[in-house]
């Protein structure tokens, strides 16, 4: 059961008062979406302005509609709602239906895996609401919350992070018992400048969790977990990597590109766990020790976290039979140096041809050029027999990479090539920013 059933419960949420008694089955900020008895969200965009859509949203059968745009106020129309800013009315909603929340609250950041860790927290955790798709911004998270499961035992939530502010924003809704960073990265250095940008707009996840409540976080930076140490004057600090300093670390590491096994210890904690998945690469390793601390420090029931592990596809990486019966490793949802190298890395474990196909890296600001530089010498050291780069940035990779590097910025020549070299016995890696598409390339 959703927190919002009728106008009832979002009069409450909202804090004024709503005209019509009526159902809400469902919320949406698209009118592509919406459905009978659906609350409809008028938010103004980028390029969008949901303002323009309020009466197409009703005609499609929405039951209320939320807008702030002022020729609205006290219109005769009952199933409009004026708000000052809808924003503000999302994030109040959000922090009324927490507060009535008796459940535990996850809140999950870092520059790379935070998504693949929501997902992995929440498979392993005993009836959870988890993020919905990547809605992990400030009106994503805020919708994420409107469709849990209020009798939800736990509430996993991702927060995604483009500029300074913005998970302080998101978390000081949330207001989460447990709080993840995943790691520490090279990621939106548009806006974030530099890595030191970086830790410090993750790290405001930290003074808005719970007094009493936990941060985990790796341990694989000595300044980071310093950094981190003198913010946590109310938090327990719990550590994770391959360091054995860490509270949970690995041994007994099994890797290969189909598989991972491997033993959580934990010295703290007396804990020697094993684990077996179908998740592959070190960077879910990292990924599987942050959740199973969480898991254990809820006190789940260890025996069932392999079970609920391995119950769903979790990872994005997806393995698949492609073009010529080759191995396809499509990671091309999204990228940043981090997320490439750990791609790079579980390419590596292959014994077979291995050939990266990478899109540009996109909002790394005044770095970009070096960023795509390091990438290819990357490659090159990680034994890459073949590296295929499009777009624009992606020429520095190449040029650094050197013998059997090929740059192309038309989408219908790279088709060609890989119709041309791709053999049976190869793997092939393919990944990119968001905003190049690299999917299209899946059907050759």
């Not at 809400?24 to 008895?37: F, L, N, Q, V, Y």
């Not at 976290?305 to 080759?326: A, E, G």
């Amino acid at each position: 059961m959703r927190f919002i059933t009728d106008s009832n419960d979002l009069s409450v949420f909202l804090g004024q008062p709503v005209k019509k008694n009526l159902k809400i089955k469902g919320i949406s900020i698209d009118t592509r979406t919406i459905k009978k008895e659906y609350l409809f969200i008028a938010i103004k965009g980028e390029v969008l302005d949901g303002n323009d859509y309020i009466f197409e949203a009703i005609k499609k059968g929405a039951s209320l509609v939320i807008t702030d745009r002022l020729e609205y106020k006290g219109h005769k129309n009952k199933k409009i709602i004026y708000v000052n800013n809808s924003l503000i009315a999302l994030k109040k909603i959000s922090k009324n239906i927490l507060k009535t929340y008796k459940g535990n609250i996850i809140g999950i950041t870092g520059s790379n895996g935070k998504t693949t860790t929501t997902k992995i927290v929440s498979n392993t955790l005993t009836k959870s609401s988890s993020t919905i798709k990547n809605f992990n911004n400030e009106i994503g998270m805020p919708l994420s919350i409107f469709h849990a499961n209020k009798k939800s035992k736990n509430l996993v939530i991702e927060m995604g992070a483009a500029k300074s502010g913005d998970i302080n924003y998101l978390s000081s809704i949330l207001k989460p018992d447990i709080g993840i960073i995943t790691n520490i990265g090279n990621s939106h250095l548009e806006n974030l400048k530099n890595i030191n940008g970086v830790l410090k707009v993750k790290s405001e996840l930290i003074p808005n969790i719970k007094k009493g409540g936990y941060l985990i976080v790796p341990n694989d930076n000595l300044n980071y977990l310093q950094f981190w140490k003198q913010q946590c004057n109310d938090v327990h600090m719990i550590t994770f990597g391959k360091n054995k300093n860490a509270d949970f670390y690995p041994e007994n590491i099994k890797s290969s590109i189909e598989k991972l096994e491997f033993n959580i210890i934990s010295k703290k904690f007396d804990v020697n766990f094993k684990v077996k998945s179908s998740l592959s690469g070190d960077h879910n390793m990292k990924n599987i020790m942050a959740a199973f601390a969480v898991s254990f420090l809820l006190k789940e029931s260890l025996e069932k976290f392999n079970k609920r592990l391995n119950k769903n596809s979790i990872v994005r990486q997806k393995q698949t039979k492609w073009l010529k019966k080759s191995l396809l490793i499509d990671d091309s949802y999204n990228a940043n140096p981090d997320s490439v190298k750990k791609a790079i890395d579980l390419l590596s474990s292959s014994n077979k041809r291995k050939i990266l196909i990478l899109g540009d890296m996109l909002e790394l600001g005044r770095f970009r050029k070096l960023l795509h530089k390091d990438v290819g010498k990357y490659a090159k050291l990680k034994k890459i027999d073949i590296f295929l780069g499009f777009g624009d940035l992606t020429k520095y990779a190449i040029q650094s990479f050197g013998k059997n590097g090929f740059f192309f910025k038309d989408e219908d020549d790279l088709r060609d090539f890989l119709k041309l070299n791709i053999k049976r016995s190869d793997v092939v890696l393919l990944k990119g920013s968001r905003g190049m598409r690299m999917e299209r390339f899946i059907n050759v």
